[in-house]
């Protein structure tokens, strides 16, 4: 077993494989002294003091990695195994401890592993196994507390220590009291056609009061005759939430091209900030990125077929869920949403919740209250089906499923409209030009060059050999010459050989 586990060391992409729980039972030293330092997994020197223990302890408790880690003792950091069999007995115990004195929160066990050291002599390594603690922030008992980034374990700052107390459920940072006054910062028409709303739906009494309503959804308290709204009350009520939370915003982006440029390449044609309420953010987001959709008819079975670019359902959700579940702990930043010719981005402040992985996805939403609320409210649709209905919309248009990609510091989730492979598709705007008889006589190169002419107003051979299947700038300059010839594209140039030529849609058309 030891052979096979050495073996598989040989092969990077499968360093992953290993998870604590597999290294913590190995008893081979040299597999554990050849196996690199990662997220789940330090080595220490004998000579280690008991703070350094602590803060791995502290480190692997809090992540990123939900499995924790194992700290191997008895082993350089340039692979030397020098043991722990020379150290003075009360030292081992120290050893053992892990430094638990300096951070009670630490969950671990340990064991001893025979060894040969470097001399050749017989000796034993000391592991720690350290469990990842999924209900609190894991500090030592000055304050600090740590990390684990790749092979190195980091000090949190204050701000990211505040942030794994919600995200862990330590801290509920939606119910907190905000700085706003009540009721002259609210608005308190959207707070009255809320409270009337609940009344309706639980049959309760007219006498009962709005901040008695908004009490028993969690958005504020009331103390003796005044009621203290909280945070989630000011992103759903308030009448300007950025004085609470200056980054509450969505920043739309519409760029020219499949990346974003800088500098002289600076390719953004449609910049726009919307601010508000959450649910003012989720309608005037919606309503801006749906006004960017294309729309494409495609051929199928003898017949064309008006579709939308990407799902309405699938990229609504994706909106929803970045104004419900983004970090507001990280009050400056805002969400973006980045619309390119082949493929949308939205991207959300705050990292994956504990536990969940691109891979896994299970809804464990940051702000409980705050989408509680907003259910409540009825005017979110798809909160509850999550990545769900967003894979299965994709599917159902015959799309690329969404890559979702996590950072400590946030989630952002692309969506690809795979146009370059849509031979049978046409822009819904340019079937409506060409008429149904030239669209149908179009074969797949030509629709990808007419969608290219309408989404950028004009082509040239070098556009045309990127989006088509030809390497050859002959055969791609042919196709464009033949849809002249044909009427459709009519040929722009000042001058003979004129390096600024191009082709756009016959004005016939």
């Given amino acids: 077993m030891q052979l096979d586990l050495l073996e598989l060391l040989e092969r990077p992409t499968l360093d ?5 729980d597999q290294i913590f039972q190995s008893d081979d030293a040299e597999f554990l002294a050849n196996l690199p330092e990662n997220t789940q997994l330090e080595r220490k020197s004998g000579k280690v003091q008991a703070s350094q223990l602590a803060k791995c302890l502290s480190a692997f408790g809090n992540g990123p990695a939900v499995e924790g880690g194992v700290v191997v003792i008895g082993i350089e950091n340039d692979g030397t195994v020098t043991g722990c069999a020379s150290l003075a007995p009360q030292k081992i115990q120290a050893l053992e401890f892990m430094g638990r004195d300096n951070c009670p929160d ?3 066990q340990t064991k001893r592993i025979p060894s040969k050291n470097h001399d050749g002599e017989d000796d034993f390594l000391v592991l720690a196994r350290i469990y990842y603690n999924e209900d609190r922030l894991v500090e030592l008992t000055n304050g600090e507390a ?5 092979d190195r374990t980091r000090r949190l700052t204050d701000t990211e220590k505040q942030e794994v107390r919600i995200n862990k459920g330590e801290r509920a940072f939606e119910l907190e009291h905000c700085s706003l006054e009540y ?6 028409n959207d707070i009255v056609r809320f409270a009337n709303k609940i009344r309706e739906e639980r049959n309760g009494s007219p006498e009962i009061s709005d901040e008695s309503i908004l009490q028993s959804v969690r958005l504020g308290k009331i103390k003796g005759d005044e009621f203290i709204p909280n945070n989630a009350c000011a992103l759903l009520f308030a009448v300007d939430p950025q004085l609470v939370f200056p980054g509450a915003y969505v920043h739309f982006l519409r760029y020219n091209g499949t990346s974003e440029g800088t500098g002289k390449g600076y390719n953004v044609t449609k910049d726009r900030m919307i601010s ?4 003012q953010i ?4 919606s309503a801006t990125l749906g006004a960017n959709i294309r729309e494409f008819t495609t051929y199928d079975s003898g ?8 799902p309405h359902d699938a990229w609504y959700e ?3 869920n970045a104004c419900v579940h983004r970090s507001y702990h990280s009050k400056s930043q805002p969400i973006f949403i980045k619309m390119f010719d082949d493929h949308l981005v939205v991207e959300s402040p705050g990292g994956f919740m504990p536990s969940v992985t691109p891979e896994n996805l299970f809804h464990k939403p940051r702000n409980p209250f705050l989408m509680f609320v907003l259910r409540e409210f009825g005017e979110v649709r798809c909160i509850a089906e999550g990545t769900a209905r967003v894979r299965r919309e994709l599917s159902e248009a015959k799309l690329p499923p969404a890559k979702f990609v996590g950072t400590s510091n946030s989630v952002s989730v692309t969506l690809r409209n795979d146009i370059a492979n849509r031979t049978n598709s046409l822009d819904s705007e340019a079937y409506k030009a060409l008429g149904e008889a030239v669209s149908f006589s179009l074969d797949g190169d030509e629709r990808k060059i007419i969608n290219y002419v309408m989404e950028h107003k004009q082509i040239n051979v070098s556009d045309a050999l990127r989006i088509l299947s030809t390497t050859y700038w002959h055969t791609a300059r042919g196709k464009l010459k033949r849809l002249v010839e044909r009427g459709v594209l009519e040929f722009v140039s000042t001058k003979p050989r004129d390096p600024n030529s191009y082709y756009k849609l016959s004005n016939g058309h």
Avoid: M
């Fill in 276 to 279: 508000g309420t959450i649910l």
């Fill in 282 to 285: 989720i309608r005037d987001s």
């Fill in 16 to 20: 992953a494989l290993f998870k604590p």
């Fill in 318 to 320: 994706l909106i929803v």
């Fill in 106 to 108: 630490g969950r671990f």
């Fill in 183 to 188: 009721p002259e910062d609210f608005r308190t």
């Fill in 146 to 150: 740590y990390c684990r980034e790749s």
């Fill in 303 to 310: 017949k064309f077929y008006s579709v939308p670019e990407y």
